[in-house]
């Protein structure tokens, strides 16, 4: 039924149209050829102007009342240090690329307008103009550089890698289809070696529980940092290409299986710092579902997000970590809480390739477990 | 359409071609030939260029109605989630999810990726690079050129016959039970590899591969021959510097297809060879489906740079031959020299040369050294400056301008107002820092749609209203091409311009649904709004759809050789052109294709002689 109808509307559009279209052409042959194409340059001309002066405004319009969610205004201000700057870029550029864009827009709606055909005027034969078109080769060639000399100067700043002398907290970030698996590197500040080979249903990670380093690694659930220490983000793949990408710190990059890419950046604010900022905008201040009206501010159930941003297959647009930041003394709080991963899941199990060993922080080894089954437990 | 008055220069246009024309002996050898002897031989596997170019250009009518259709069916998915697309089911079959409680119909995420891939891949490819400079190149260089035909008809016959060859493939793709490939139309592996990733990459990827090396052929095929003939075929005093701009851009546009295609063919065979043959070229280090894979050493990243090396002077493939048109037309309706046409000239090779050295800039958070992406900022921000004197020189083109409105030059003028838009937001993005926050988000999307979605089809459309009475020797209707107009150009623009600021709150592009994270989930209301928008505007690509078949059988007739009154050598030939093009001799050329309003006069053709009392040629 319903693709009848949709049927009968196209064949009756159809009608319509190639109706409208022979009346215009009866209505040209009596008015005459040059007079309708005066009366169409007339009309024409106007609706330009029209057109122009709509287009502006509502570009304007819509970019202020769209402005919170613009870079660098409203409440999505950078949550890290070098955030800053990205947002600063953006402002330069929006102001050259804004006074460009109104000024040509202008300039070509005016002249269609202004020089549209009238009976008896002739066009000007102007085929060229070189000193003019060297000034307008030259101004946007010196805008360019300076956009470019900003632009690389903060690039260079914020992709820098850290040397090992400097102070910093390293996670690593794992993403599959479809979520984000998190490791941190626990009381001894380093990551232990991982092998994709070594991936199995209790060593989600690959990880060579041979390298000591591994022992205090834990696996949190969110991601949770201190907020004005450095952190580099070790990001890594399991499967196809993902991507790392946090939002509010202007953190972005690839996660490649087989080639692990990273991020440096110093959170600013903590979540609670966040939210109160939020509070004072009034699109924040709407009770966070729609249909509860008693349920939480929109602005205090804010959460840092961690989001996929590299299509990696159906559940691409689902791969969703909460980051948290906190003051020092709780991530200090937080961290000593967590259990590492070796000592909850592997330690005294098939896997433990340290079975019979004391480990530090241990006072004896477990036992090997009694047997299961006859199949030998020997690695 | 102007002018009404007899224009006396018919005749005398004949005249000129008689007396200075090339006498080719064409038509000596002409009589007895079996070219174009039955139905098979002219209207199907035809070998003449008109033929070929309307061919081109309905193939890519057809394909841009179903690449539309599609981005309609995931924008109402994406703008509307909670409706249902029960209704759908007819047709997507298996596709859409019924759920068996509410009876609301979901489009399948999977099949939601794979209608976003087939879109980009359908229209980048099959519309905007076949279905543009496929119909234009073919149509104009030899008419504007003064040459009988292509330089190899034949191999023109098979550009065409590939590039269909690969649509039937393609095609075929979108009912396999695994579905069409779904993994962007970047096809970026391992996820484009790997079947097991996604079912897209089963064998609707091994379908999406072949096609394209076929459409990747087609390209080759037309471009050896645009080069040729521009080269070889000129006509009696058509130097390079007389060629109107149409042409340089088509010309341009080949060496730029001719130079990349292959690169991308080389990636896809190496993707192959990785599906296929058990090679590591893009695949290392994967664990997926339960175990690890023996792939290792491989790159994912070098597919990009394959790809990109492409992809990049793609993008300037479809927008030069618009610009090309956009350039002619303006000049034509506005009665005015195109202004500064050796810098048009110049800013067209300087694109050219530099979409070469840019392509790391889609790269910019890929992994790779951040050090190379200096260089890449640099480039990319430096092809601004080219196209930025275009956009200048189509403006100065109207200033004191005699501008005549028809469908084809508002469509000219659109589209310089859609290129500022689009190019304008490419100098965000070109900057690598700002691409941190920019990268992957819907800004992204809204600048190519603009560009390429807008700006590029509007040069199309010009060229369809304006070249119409040379393909068909009738007009098409000119008030439903304005309507046309202004429908898309205000239509377009809404549903774009919010796509901007969705992407500079964050959000990412190539989300099936942005309510899973607080982040996004700020933009419903403009979703819809987009949404809606794009089914209006949609709505009015029909007007051109029947305007232009309709004017093909019934559209009213040309009855002058030059209903524009433009000075180029194509409107020196017979109204219905034949095969060969002009009857009798070649036309000769005098001067360069601008001379519009020069000394008082309206215009003066390409074959006229300089008078004796002209100013001289000083442009």
Not at chain 1, 11 to 16: H, P
Not at chain 2, 67 to 76: A, D, E, P
Request: with cysteine; glycine share 8%.
């Amino acid at each position: 039924m319903t693709a009848l109808l949709v049927l009968l509307s196209i064949v009756l559009i159809t009608i319509f149209t190639i109706q409208i279209g022979k009346v215009t052409e009866l209505a040209s042959k009596i008015r005459g050829e040059e007079e309708m194409q005066d009366i169409i340059n007339r009309r024409q001309s106007v609706y330009m102007i029209v057109f122009m002066v709509v287009f502006l405004v509502a570009a304007t319009a819509s970019g202020l009342y769209y402005k919170n969610y613009m870079l660098g205004f409203g409440p999505l201000q950078p949550a890290s240090a070098h955030g800053g700057s990205l947002d600063t870029m953006f402002k330069v550029t929006l102001f050259f690329t804004g006074i460009v864009f109104v000024i040509t827009q202008i300039l070509l709606f005016v002249f269609a307008f202004k020089y549209r055909a009238r009976r008896g005027t002739v066009s000007s034969f102007i085929s060229h103009d070189n000193k003019l078109e060297v000034i307008w080769t030259i101004i946007p060639a010196v805008v360019m550089t300076f956009l470019v000399v900003g632009g690389l100067d903060a690039w260079n700043e914020v992709m820098a890698d850290l040397t090992d002398e400097e102070d910093y907290i390293e996670i690593e970030a794992t993403g599959f289809q479809f979520g984000w698996n998190l490791r941190y590197p626990g009381p001894d500040g380093q990551l232990g070696a991982k092998s994709f080979k070594l991936i199995s249903g209790s060593n989600p990670l690959g990880q060579d529980w041979k390298d000591k380093k591994n022992l205090d690694d834990f696996h949190p659930g969110e991601i949770v940092l201190p907020k004005g220490k450095k952190v580099r983000v070790r990001i890594t793949a399991q499967d196809v290409l993902h991507n790392f990408y946090l939002p509010h710190f202007r953190v972005k990059m690839d996660a490649v299986p087989g080639m692990p890419t990273y991020f440096v950046f110093t959170p600013i604010k903590t979540t609670d710092e966040y939210r109160q900022e939020l509070s004072n905008y009034p699109e924040y201040n709407v009770p966070a579902d729609p249909k509860d009206p008693a349920s939480k501010m929109l602005w205090e159930v804010f959460d840092y997000e961690l989001a996929c941003a590299e299509l990696c297959g159906r559940g691409h647009y689902s791969m969703r970590r909460v980051v948290r930041i906190v003051e020092p003394d709780e991530f200090e709080a937080w961290q000593a809480q967590q259990q590492s991963y070796f000592f909850s899941n592997v330690r005294g199990k098939e896997d433990d390739p340290w079975k019979g060993v004391v480990l530090e922080g241990e006072v004896a080894a477990p036992a090997a477990p009694a047997p299961t089954d006859t199949t030998s437990t020997q690695k | 359409m102007a002018n009404v008055a007899t224009n006396p220069a018919v005749s005398h246009e004949d005249q000129l071609i008689e007396e200075l024309g090339y006498n080719d002996h064409f038509h000596d050898h002409h009589h007895g030939d079996r070219y174009q002897s039955n139905f098979v031989t002219t209207y199907i596997f035809s070998q003449d260029h008109k033929i070929i170019a309307k061919q081109f250009l309905i193939t890519g009518m057809f394909w841009a109605i179903i690449g539309g259709l599609m981005s309609l069916v995931f924008r109402l998915q994406l703008g509307f989630p909670e409706e249902s697309l029960a209704w759908l089911k007819p047709v997507l079959g298996k596709w859409i999810v019924v759920n068996a409680d509410t009876g609301i119909g979901t489009l399948a995420p999977d099949f939601y990726y794979a209608l976003v891939t087939m879109h980009g891949t359908i229209i980048v490819f099959f519309v905007l690079t076949a279905g543009l400079s496929g119909t234009f190149s073919n149509l104009l260089i030899p008419l504007q050129l003064g040459a009988r035909d292509m330089a190899s008809p034949l191999l023109n016959m098979l550009s065409y016959w590939f590039f269909f060859l690969a649509g039937v493939v393609m095609f075929f793709s979108l009912f396999l039970s695994t579905g069409p490939f779904s993994g962007g139309w970047t096809a970026y592996p391992p996820l484009s590899i790997l079947p097991q990733a996604s079912s897209g990459s089963a064998s609707g990827m091994t379908l999406w591969l072949v096609s394209l090396v076929f459409f990747v052929v087609s390209v080759l095929l037309g471009g050896i021959n645009y080069i040729t003939t521009v080269l070889n075929l000129r006509t009696k005093g058509m130097s390079m510097w007389r060629m109107p701009l149409t042409v340089w851009a088509f010309f341009i546009t080949a060496v730029i297809g001719l130079l990349s295609f292959p690169v991308l063919a080389s990636g896809f065979f190496l993707v192959m060879f990785d599906r296929n043959l058990g090679t590591s070229f893009f695949l290392s280090e994967i664990y997926i489906g339960g175990k690890a894979l023996e792939h290792v050493g491989g790159s994912p990243v070098l597919y990009q740079h394959l790809f990109w090396f492409l992809g990049h002077p793609e993008v300037y493939i479809i927008i030069l031959p618009a610009m090309g048109i956009v350039s002619e037309v303006l000049s034509v309706h506005s009665r005015k020299p195109i202004f500064g046409y050796k810098a048009m000239v110049y800013s067209m090779l300087a694109i050219a040369f530099l979409s070469f050295i840019v392509w790391a800039h889609h790269m910019f958070m890929s992994g790779v050294n951040p050090f190379i992406s200096n260089f890449f900022v640099i480039f990319t921000l430096i092809i601004a400056v080219p196209s930025a004197v275009k956009v200048f020189n189509w403006i100065a083109t109207l200033y004191r301008g005699n501008v005549r409105y028809t469908a084809a030059s508002l469509f000219g003028i659109g589209f310089v107002s859609m290129f500022i838009s689009g190019g304008l937001t490419g100098i965000f993005l070109g900057n690598s820092a700002i691409d941190i926050q920019l990268h992957d988000t819907y800004f992204v999307v809204a600048h190519f749609h603009i560009v390429m979605g807008i700006a590029a089809f509007f040069g199309m459309f010009a060229g369809i209203y304006h070249w119409f009475p040379k393909m068909y020797g009738r007009f098409m209707n000119e008030t439903l091409g304005k309507i046309h107009f202004w429908g898309t150009m205000i239509g377009a623009y809404l549903i774009f311009w919010p796509m901007h600021y969705i992407g500079m709150a964050g959000v990412p592009r190539r989300y099936y649904r942005f309510d899973t994270f607080q982040s996004f989930s700020h933009f419903d209301e403009l979703n819809k709004f987009i949404t809606i928008a794009a089914v209006v505007t949609f709505a009015f690509q029909l007007l051109l759809v029947i305007n232009f078949f309709y004017s093909i059988w019934k559209g009213r007739k040309v009855t002058e050789k030059n209903p524009w009154q433009a000075s180029t050598l194509e409107w020196t030939t017979p109204i219905n052109p034949g095969h060969g093009n002009w009857p009798g001799n070649l036309p000769t050329v005098q001067r360069w294709p601008y001379d519009y309003g020069k000394d008082g006069r309206d215009f003066i053709p390409q074959i006229e002689p300089i008078g004796p009392d002209e100013t001289p040629d000083r442009h």
